[in-house]
């Protein structure tokens, strides 16, 4: 439960400070999209494993789908930023169109794998997740990933306001803002990947949404709206954990639940 517990408050963290700008930009969409591309991508890192013979000899990194699920991810990323810059669609027309195609290829390269080969887990548990059975080389990429995120955040903190709260205004500045777009939407989806395995990736939008919407209810600044996001979706990932392990019930959904409580009690009585 110990690594449960910690991988869960490193993905709260991440998807904490991305659901800030996500809910601002109105993105939340955006979450589910690129959960559906890791799905997408777990599908034909699976295929191309068990294909290649890498899940009888291969070394240990080469046979995690994740190797082929992040870079699917990222791509995808990049090309709903790029769809969104190009053309005339929405921003949930280019993820829908995405969302759709990405479960397509899940669905087409699982059915792919012979039935009798054992691929080391659960469909099912990239669906909905199995927080409790994260593994100790799951827990290192979801550590190196949450610092990698934390850091590029930091570092691109201030552009990134200024970008989401008046992009004329900032782009007249000099600021960067197609850059930092297409750099939201990447670390977005790497982010979303590695933590869509842990969470599940029908609950994976949840978690960036949910505590970043229930703190925008409390804020009044966007440094106030990230720090009630942290601490909404930490302490809710440490309820929903131990509520699973006490009641026997599902962990994601003890999570989501215990976020959704929140943001009832933010709705019902928001800031005056």
Known sequence: MQRAIAAGLLIAVMCALLGVFVVQRRLSFLGDGLAHASFGGM???????????LFEGGAAVFRN??????????????????????????????????FAVSVALGVLFFSAVPPDVNIGFNVMDILFGSILAVRQTELTVIAVTATFAVVALGWSWSALGYATFDEELA?????????LEYGLFG????????????????????????????????????????????VIGTTTTVAGVLASFLFDVPTGAAIILSQAIVFLVAALAPRR
């Open 43 to 53: 599908g034909i890192g699976t295929f191309v494993i068990v294909a290649s013979g």
């Open 65 to 98: 789908p994740l190797v082929i699920a992040v870079p699917f991810a990222l791509l995808t990323g990049l090309a709903i930023a790029w769809t969104r810059d190009r053309t005339q669609l929405s921003s949930d027309t280019a993820i829908g169109v995405f």
């Open 171 to 179: 782009r007249t500045d000099g600021v960067p803002t197609k850059a």
């Open 187 to 230: 670390l977005a989806a790497v982010v979303v990947a590695v933590s869509a395995v842990v969470v599940g990736i029908i609950l994976m939008a949840a978690y960036l949404v949910i505590p970043a919407a229930a703190a925008r209810l409390w804020a009044r600044s966007l440094a106030s709206m990230t720090l009630f996001a942290v």
